[in-house]
């Protein structure tokens, strides 16, 4: 962006969407021609997961049911367990982020296809991006392989999003908006990708939380998530990710809740310094977006506050230090004392 010139890479993927997608499962996977799947899930995917199993019929293979949080490279060796010992040679995940991650994790160790079916609005199915944990460290990479071939986006899983997570995880997807409006890398693309994406968040969230069985809402809500996915697949993350990694990382905090408590502080701190960011969400928000966005994450039922998850006072210095040290692009240059007040304020 130095030079004026913009790149916009795009990851190849074949998507489905639409209520019931999720019994096209099968016919994608013989379109792969793969014989022998490995179904990973979640525990509160076991429904759904359990239903493509049988859909599945010869085609499945081995299955594993205990996807974990930051793909933990512990319970990534249990699944390649299962990989072995069930020859796989595609994956198949359903569920959250936890269980999208697992398979990326499984597809780079052997080379298998990916096939996602997510019931969350994380968006890791449309990225290059693993992040996996090893003793309680957490570390990212990059790679175009990483990114699952098929897709496939069923609103109905949604369904059964309980209010808490239905609002953290939409919060979550429109971090990745934000983000991108603000990034260096931004190009015509994600700039209208991650406007649509707020829009489509900002409008579709209070009717799917007014209605939560709500199948047209639901379905908005998904794409304008898909959507947001994209921008965090296409431009580089900024201060908003570092201290949601940092934090999450330290302390072990539940992703969605993490994201959706710090985006109202960290939109604050940036959209002065943003003038395109700003401009677009205060016409969609018509409002200050920063309060616009507060109000929804402190409708939360869950914890709304660093404290009340577990973060002591005493340790926000040391945070603000650390993400004032790493190297990633932000509008406002991330200093530590104005971070230590920005995480004082969500504390
Ligand atoms: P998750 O997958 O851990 O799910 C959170 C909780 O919600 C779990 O208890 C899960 O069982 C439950 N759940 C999921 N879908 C449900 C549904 N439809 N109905 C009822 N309950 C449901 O969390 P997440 O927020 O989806 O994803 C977080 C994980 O994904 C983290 O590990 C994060 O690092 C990773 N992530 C990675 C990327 C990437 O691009 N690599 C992007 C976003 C998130």
Not at 93 to 119: E, F, M, N, Y
């Amino acid at each position: 962006t130095n030079s004026g010139i913009t790149v916009h890479q795009t990851h190849p993927s074949r998507v489905l969407a639409g209520p019931g997608a999720r019994h096209r499962v099968p016919g994608e996977v013989a379109r792969l021609g793969a014989g022998r799947v490995l179904l990973v899930s979640t525990r509160s995917a076991k429904d759904a997961a359990d239903d493509l199993a049988v859909r599945l019929g010869d085609r499945l293979a081995g299955r594993f049911g205990r996807a974990a949080a930051h793909t933990p490279v512990t319970v990534t060796a249990e699944a390649m367990e299962v990989v072995r010992e069930s020859g796989a040679d595609a994956v198949v995940a359903i569920g959250g982020g936890s269980a999208v991650g697992l398979a990326k994790a499984v597809s780079a160790r052997t080379g298998v296809p990916q096939l996602v079916v997510p019931t969350t609005y994380a968006g890791s199915e449309v990225t290059p991006v693993l992040g996996e944990t090893e003793n309680g460290v957490k570390s990212t990479r990059r790679d175009q392989a990483l990114v699952p071939g098929t897709v496939v986006y069923d609103p109905e899983l949604t369904l059964t999003m309980p209010a808490g997570l239905t609002r953290t995880s939409a919060l979550n997807a429109l971090a990745h908006a934000v983000e991108a409006l603000w990034a260096p890398d931004a190009t015509a693309v994600s700039d209208a990708f991650a406007t649509e994406a707020c829009t489509g968040i900002l409008d579709a969230l209070p009717a799917v939380l007014a209605r939560p069985d709500g199948l047209a809402d639901r379905a908005r809500l998904q794409q304008a998530a898909w959507l947001a996915g994209l921008c965090l697949g296409q431009t580089r993350m900024g201060l908003h990710h570092q201290l949601a990694h940092a934090l999450g990382g330290t302390f072990d905090l539940p992703h969605a809740a993490l994201h959706a408590l710090l985006l109202p502080h960290v939109l604050a701190y940036n959209l002065p310094f943003a003038p395109k960011a700003d401009a677009r969400l205060r016409r969609i928000t018509g409002d200050d977006p920063a309060a616009v966005v507060g109000r929804i994450a402190r409708a939360h039922d869950g914890p709304t506050t660093l404290g009340a998850l577990g973060v002591t006072w005493e340790s926000l210095r040391a945070v603000a230090e650390r993400v004032a040290a790493q190297p990633y692009p932000n509008p406002r240059p991330p200093e530590a004392d104005a971070l230590t007040r920005l995480l004082q304020a969500a504390w």
